[in-house]
């Protein structure tokens, strides 16, 4: 995966969203159509990043547990959550940088 290709350079454009998951977690789950709903909805660009391929960049953004979701604006990491937060909670976070 090219990160600058795929988010860094997007997010100067628009709000880019980074959803570290594994594809045996239940809360991943949960979240990824949630996650691929609201992107469509709200016009963010989404990104997933399965963890078990791409180890070395979920450490480089110190990923402890999954799912993890970064939202990056201006080519920066400027919010962030963990867990399987609830539709509400992304809208907001996501109109915060919108």
Same mark, same amino acid.
């Given at each position: 995966?090219?990160? =600058?290709?795929? *988010?860094?350079?997007? $997010?100067?454009? !628009?709000?880019?969203? *980074?959803?570290? #998951?594994? @594809?045996?977690? %239940? ?11 609201? $992107?469509?909805d709200m016009?963010f660009k ?10 070395d960049l979920? @450490? !480089?953004? %110190? /990923?402890? @547990?999954?799912?993890? /979701? ?14 399987? #937060? ?7 976070? /996501?109109?915060? #940088? =919108?």
């Amino acid at each position: 995966m090219d990160f =600058k290709k795929e *988010v860094i350079e997007p $997010s100067k454009k !628009e709000l880019v969203v *980074v959803d570290f #998951y594994a @594809s045996w977690c %239940g809360p991943c789950k949960v979240l990824k159509p949630l996650l691929e709903a609201l $992107s469509k909805d709200m016009g963010f660009k989404l990104v997933k990043i399965d963890t078990e391929l791409n180890a070395d960049l979920a @450490s !480089e953004f %110190g /990923v402890m @547990s999954i799912p993890t /979701v970064f939202f990056f604006k201006d080519g920066e990491p400027v919010d962030m959550f963990v867990g399987a #937060y609830p539709e509400h909670a992304i809208r907001e976070m /996501v109109e915060k #940088y =919108k």
